[in-house]
C-alpha cells in the first residue's frame, strides 16, 4: 500500500532537475543516455516524455536560449570555488594564489561541462513547461511554430 501511495506523490523539484525528469510529470528522462560524458550522446535526447507524451523540442532554436542558463551557471559555479578558495586557502596579490584558484576553477569548469549544459537544458525547458497534477488526464503542452 506505501509503495502505491508514493508513486502519487508530487516529486521535489530540485530532485527532479538535478535528476533531469520531465517538467510536467517529472517522472520521465529527459535524456536518452544516463551519462553525460558520452560524448557522441550528450545532447542525445527523446522527443517526448515516455511517462506524459510531453514534447521536448517545443520550437525551431528553442535551445539557443541555453547558453543565458549555462553561462549564470558557470557563473555561480566559478563565484562559489572563489569564495571556497578565499575562505579555505585565502587570496593575496602578493603570490599566485590568484592565478591558481583561475587555473583549478577552468580545469574544473572543463570537467563539469557536460553535465552543466545538460543541467541548463533541463532548467530552460521548466521554465516553459509546469507541472500539472492530472498529466494523465489533460493534454501535454503545444507550442506554436
Known amino acids: 500500500m506505501q509503495a502505491k501511495e508514493s508513486?502519487?506523490?508530487?516529486p521535489s523539484f530540485l530532485k527532479s532537475i538535478f535528476q533531469m525528469k520531465c517538467p510536467r510529470c517529472r517522472r520521465g528522462k529527459l535524456f536518452q543516455n544516463y551519462s553525460a560524458y558520452n560524448?557522441?550522446?550528450t545532447f542525445s535526447m527523446h522527443e517526448a516524455c515516455s511517462v506524459c507524451a510531453q514534447k521536448f523540442n517545443m520550437e525551431p532554436g528553442f535551445w539557443y536560449g541555453t547558453g543565458y542558463v549555462s553561462y549564470a551557471l558557470t557563473v555561480a559555479f566559478s563565484v562559489a570555488t572563489?569564495?571556497?578558495?578565499?575562505?579555505l586557502l585565502g587570496i593575496s596579490i602578493y603570490d599566485n594564489s590568484l592565478f591558481w584558484w583561475l587555473g583549478i576553477n577552468a580545469a574544473l569548469l572543463l570537467l563539469i561541462q557536460p553535465w552543466l549544459m545538460r543541467l541548463s537544458r533541463t532548467i530552460y525547458l521548466y521554465f516553459f513547461v509546469r507541472y500539472?497534477?492530472?498529466?494523465?488526464?489533460?493534454?501535454?503542452?503545444?507550442f506554436d511554430y
Do not use: C, D, G, I
Open 132 to 142: 500539472e497534477k492530472n498529466y494523465l488526464e489533460t493534454q501535454p503542452q503545444e
Open 7 to 10: 508513486s502519487h506523490q508530487k
Open 39 to 41: 560524448f557522441k550522446h
Open 82 to 87: 572563489f569564495v571556497a578558495w578565499w575562505v
